[in-house]
Nanobody, 128 residues
Framework: QVQLVESGGGMVQAGKSLTLSCAVS????????MGWFRQAPQKEREFVGA????????VYGDSVKGRFTVSRETAANTVYLQMNYLKTEDTAIYYC?????????????????????WGQGTQVTVSS
């Protein structure tokens, strides 16, 4: 069983940066990818980005590519989402998730159904 706990959400002005953290616990994460999703009010959950725990390879959703960076620190069992040049449309609840079979090809966009474990989410609000 993998447990994920997000932190770092809050309110920030448009154009600024914010970093979310996801503390991961469990017996082993080899082969996993850790992903970030977000869900705005009255919208479907959207893939943001993911990082493979072993290789560090990353994939991103189109709406955040070039602005957001997903990384992991294996020694600290932590996954990060660095968000730069934030826009008001980035306002959402951000979720950390774990995919047990997380080897993705370049440009792949995993669906939320592929993820096995989820955190409780953290709110990010971007004001104009």
């Amino acid at each position: 069983q993998v447990q994920l706990v997000e932190s770092g959400g809050g309110m920030v002005q448009a154009g600024k940066s914010l970093t979310l953290s996801c503390a991961v616990s469990g017996p082993s994460f080899s082969g996993y990818s850790m992903g970030w999703f977000r869900q705005a009010p009255q919208k479907e959950r959207e893939f943001v980005g993911a990082v493979n725990w072993d290789s560090g390879n990353t994939v991103y959703g189109d709406s955040v590519k070039g602005r957001f960076t997903v990384s992991r620190e294996t020694a600290a069992n932590t996954v990060y989402l660095q968000m730069n040049y934030l826009k008001t449309e980035d306002t959402a609840i951000y979720y950390c998730a774990a995919d047990k079979f997380g080897y993705y090809g370049s440009g792949y966009r995993p669906s939320e159904q592929e993820f096995d474990f989820w955190g409780q989410g953290t709110q990010v609000t971007v004001s104009s």
